[in-house]
């Protein structure tokens, strides 16, 4: 049987690189952190689209791919 590797939350589930999410930070550490950034991005349909079903809703998308796809 295949062993499926362990999703890491805080890796863009597009290119890798960290994500910079803010509430993967305070679930790792425990301190309180602010708003993350990406309560402010735009995401297209076309980027989330672009992830792969098994890590849809497991693990944020970077600002670098969100600002490659909208530019």
Do not use: Y
Request: glycine share 8%; net charge positive.
């Amino acid at each position: 049987m295949p062993v499926t590797p362990p999703i890491d939350p805080t890796g863009c589930p597009l290119c890798g690189q960290a994500n910079q999410c803010a509430g993967q930070v305070e679930r790792a550490t425990g301190v309180k952190q602010p708003p993350c950034w990406c309560n402010e991005a735009s995401f297209s349909a076309d980027l989330l689209a672009r992830v792969p079903a098994p890590l849809r809703r497991k693990a944020c998308i970077c600002p670098a791919c969100v600002q490659a796809a909208a530019g």
